[in-house]
């Protein structure tokens, strides 16, 4: 149980382009989910927590006009690159947690999706 | 600034042997501590967690807790070489959802 799904799991795109990426729970509906980013050789870096019918909560540093996220279910969140830039490139990783408290229910992790802007 | 620090490495260990991993982290306030495996190119994948002080164990892998320390360590034992990866420690947020990791601290296992 507790499969979490990313699509797509690799695009490459023309700079200044948007870019959408999927990430689903298949087995378990996600309260909340969380999107990273990590660059090579270097942590995942926490974006931005997406809760399901609210507006997302960014981190500090992280445009939340350049990265759009939707969490319209229990079961999907996106994120929207949008006019992406070669700086952009880097591997997005979701994760979902199913219920309220994360100290019992933990972060399941998609596969992530690397994405390249030429 | 909430902060988690790893050995980057990378740890070489013979096969079948003990590999220690260890962690510190700055908040006080976090109470469960995750630890996952990420292969290179692939994403992070639970090993554990633990919330209490002490021990627990999980088939070859033990997750160490001091909180007065700060400090959570990761031991696998009878480490094989499709152990080799790199060890993220995890601590999630005083009263909060959120986790921080660590730079992560690669472990190769050698034949």
């Known amino acids: 149980g507790a499969v979490v799904s990313q699509h797509p799991s690799w695009v490459i795109c023309k700079s200044g382009t948007s870019v959408k990426i999927e990430c689903r729970s298949l087995?378990?509906?996600?309260?909340?989910m969380f999107w990273y980013r990590q660059f090579p050789k270097q942590s995942l870096m926490l974006m931005a927590t997406?809760?399901?019918?609210?507006?997302?909560?960014?981190e500090q540093g992280v445009e939340k006009d350049k990265f759009l996220i939707n969490h319209a279910s229990l079961t999907l969140s996106t994120l929207t690159v949008t006019s992406a830039h070669p700086e952009d490139s880097s591997f997005y990783i979701c994760?979902?947690?199913?219920?309220?408290?994360?100290?019992?229910?933990?972060?399941?992790f998609g596969p992530g999706t690397r994405l390249t802007v030429l | 600034q909430k902060e988690v620090e790893q050995n980057s490495g990378p740890l070489s260990v013979p096969e079948g042997a003990i590999a220690s991993l260890n962690c510190t982290y700055s908040?006080?306030?976090?109470?469960?501590f995750f630890w996952y495996r990420q292969y290179s190119g692939k994403s992070p994948e639970l090993i554990m967690f633990?919330?209490?002080?002490g021990d627990k164990e999980d088939g070859r892998f033990t997750a160490q807790l001091n909180k007065a320390s700060q400090y959570v360590s990761l031991l696998i034992r009878d480490s094989q070489p499709s152990d080799s990866a790199t060890y993220l420690c995890?601590?999630?947020?005083?009263?909060?959802?959120?986790?921080?990791f660590g730079t992560g601290t690669q472990l190769k296992v050698e034949l």
């Open positions: 997406s809760n399901e019918g609210s507006k997302a909560t960014y």
């Open positions: 995890a601590p999630l947020e005083g009263g909060g959802n959120k986790l921080t």
């Open positions: 994760s979902a947690i199913q219920g309220e408290q994360a100290h019992t229910d933990t972060q399941y």
């Open positions: 908040d006080r306030g976090s109470q469960s």
């Open positions: 633990i919330y209490s002080n």
């Open positions: 087995d378990f509906q996600a309260t909340t």
